[in-house]
T-cell receptor, first 114, second 113 residues
Framework: SQQGEEDPQALSIQEGENATMNCSYK?????LQWYRQNSGRGLVHLIL?????REKHSGRLRVTLDTSKKSSSLLITASRAADTASYFC??????????????FGKGTKLTVNP | KAGVTQTPRYLIKTRGQQVTLSCSPI?????VSWYQQTPGQGLQFLFE???????NKGNFPGRFSGRQFSNSRSEMNVSTLELGDSALYLC????????????FGSGTQLSVL
């Protein structure tokens, strides 16, 4: 079953604009991760936020986590055409930790128009 | 670089056949996990191996099996292929042993006709 659910399913913006994607999950977690996937390729890890963190930054990425609402958001600032990809949130399952079993959401397909 | 090599990149099979996919993490990484990605179900966990032992298994039928060798290379086998097995199969290695960050290979795109 899918634990993480992203919204929107698709997002189309202009270069230079900010893109915000949201993710909700169902169970307790140790951490939440965001991954990016270019069409038909493997996933690339973007950022990880632990359950005791509320916000994290990495370059143009900003992730927030609200464990009380079981939700997270990914903000990409000053978007570029090269940011066009699908973005997935992923959580460890049940908070046991130490496992590579991640539960992925269905993703947000981001299109950045030049 | 992800440090995960998957072969083959594309594969076409017919219903009823079986298929074996290969995954090689870079030297020294003992953990490997497999995921299936389809448009309908998204990314779903298949198996996880650590030092040749299956550590975790997803909710897939027994037709899906895997193993890991002493050199950390892993294989995934699907027997009696069904049309619904058409998917992108992704292999990943963990970051150290904690699985907090996965490095994915480029995947094997399997088409079942």
């Amino acid at each position: 079953s899918q634990q993480g659910e992203e919204d929107p399913q698709a997002l189309s913006i202009q270069e230079g604009e900010n893109a915000t994607m949201n993710c909700s999950y169902k169970t307790s977690i140790n951490n939440l991760q965001w991954y990016r996937q270019n069409s038909g390729r493997g996933l690339v890890h973007l950022i990880l936020i632990r359950s005791n963190e509320r916000e994290k930054h990495s370059g143009r990425l900003r992730v927030t986590l609200d464990t009380s609402k079981k939700s997270s958001s990914l903000l990409i600032t000053a978007s570029r055409a090269a940011d066009t990809a699908s973005y997935f949130c992923a959580t460890d399952e049940g908070g046991r930790g130490g496992s590579e079993k991640l539960v992925f959401g269905k993703g947000t397909k981001l299109t950045v128009n030049p | 670089k992800a440090g995960v090599t998957q072969t083959p990149r594309y594969l076409i099979k017919t219903r009823g056949q079986q298929v074996t996919l290969s995954c090689s993490p870079i030297s020294g990484h003992r953990s490997v996990s497999w995921y299936q990605q389809t448009p309908g179900q998204g990314l779903q966990f298949l198996f996880e191996y650590f030092s040749e032992t299956q550590r975790n298994k997803g909710n897939f039928p027994g037709r899906f099996s895997g193993r890991q060798f002493s050199n950390s290379r892993s294989e995934m086998n699907v027997s009696t292929l069904e049309l619904g097995d058409s998917a992108l199969y992704l292999c990943a290695r963990g970051h150290g042993n904690r699985g907090e960050k996965l490095f994915f290979g480029s995947g094997t795109q399997l088409s079942v006709l």
